[in-house]
């Protein structure tokens, strides 16, 4: 059973960047698609981005496009997402997910709620 452990989640000014990291402890993360998505008190899940086995196929939700980036190492089975003019809105517990079968399948099951997730690392924008 693969599992998931994010970090680098923390407390910012709007403005301000902070980059996460996601580490797979399986032998498919070198062929499975990664992504990210976020969930604020009291709302539902927000796709965030995802990215294919290669480091291609990049998707981008429009509210982070040009300000998040997303990438990962296969070499040491860690996905990354970088965060740049960080703003209020972007506050949420982010969680990283993962599916062997591509990034349009980890898209729908993001959307859904399935899949597999790490604990959720907690970022914090303050005005």
């Known amino acids: 059973q693969v599992q998931l452990f994010e970090s680098g989640g923390g407390s910012v000014q709007t403005g301000g960047s902070l980059k996460l990291s996601c580490r797979h402890s399986g032998r498919s993360f070198s062929y499975s698609a990664m992504g990210w998505f976020r969930q604020a008190p009291g709302k539902g899940r927000q796709f965030v981005a995802t990215i294919g086995w290669n480091g291609g196929e990049r998707v981008y939700a429009d509210s982070v496009k040009g300000r998040f980036n997303i990438s990962r190492d296969n070499s040491i089975n860690t996905a990354f997402l970088e965060m740049n003019d960080l703003k209020p809105e972007d506050t949420a517990v982010y969680y990283c997910?993962?599916?062997?079968?591509?990034?349009?399948?980890?898209?729908?099951?993001?959307?859904?709620?399935?899949?597999?997730w790490g604990q959720g690392t907690q970022v914090t924008v303050s005005s």
């Open positions: 997910t993962t599916d062997s079968r591509g990034t349009d399948a980890l898209r729908v099951a993001i959307m859904r709620g399935d899949g597999i």
